[in-house]
């Protein structure tokens, strides 16, 4: 008898700051950054089979491959040769959250893999955390998805009680991808300090992303005038822009008015 399909919310990531502190000699750079997390994203369902394959669906399906290079199906193969797990999975990818975006999109779905391919394949889960640094910076966070302090490349995680958990929080994307390595590409390498309280924080990258996707702006300077938003600022390397509201009605309120050109997700966080 066959085991029922499984299913796995790939959450949303969000860096609720993000301090660029320097360059790494592997060519990273050291980071200082909170991630936070909401409770929607995309969807992952896996299911025993022959062997590997992955489908991919939804609203920016068209955007991604759903061969050998996907993050999904890296993670997939990496952790059955590192368990020696001689079964396959059939993934299903629904894809709902925009590509290279900022906001955790393949780093999130390929740590959801490494969760339901650890249950399903009745692994040992420190396997997954073993894998997760080799396959993205993001993706030790987004395997675990709680509120944490990241360091070093982003990496070294250290969980936080942020105190965000069940804040109404509003996504916008301008549908314009942003490559990260561009953005980083245009960082103008100056120090701004250590990361404190995350909320007197800044994002380090909303220069050089501003400069590559001027609807970055306009996507703030829109968020930022919202009656209930209390903290607008981008994600990641953009385009991602979010706002947190005082209240789930504002926050609706605020994504019944967005503009029907940019995409939207009005959720909260974990």
Known sequence: MSSPPLTEIAAAKINLALHVRGKRPDGRHDLETIFAFCTDGDRLTAEL?????L???GPFAAMLDDGAD???HRAAAALAAEARVGKGVR???DKRLPVASGIGGGSA?????????TSLWGIDPLLAQRIAPTLGSDVPACLLSMTARGEGAGDALTLVDAGI?????LLINPRLPLSTAAVFGGWDGVDRGPLGNWRDGRNDLEAPARALVPEIGRVLDWLGVREGAEL???SGSGATCFALFDSEEARDTA????PPQWWHLASVLR
């Open 70 to 72: 996907n993050l999904v």
């Open 49 to 53: 089979a022959d062997d590997l394959s």
């Open 232 to 234: 607008v600022r981008m």
């Open 109 to 117: 779905d390929a740590a959801a893999a490494l969760r339901l391919l």
């Open 255 to 258: 994504a019944a008015a967005c």
């Open 165 to 169: 958990a069940g804040s109404p929080i």
């Open 91 to 93: 993934l299903t990818l």
């Open 55 to 57: 489908t991919v669906t």
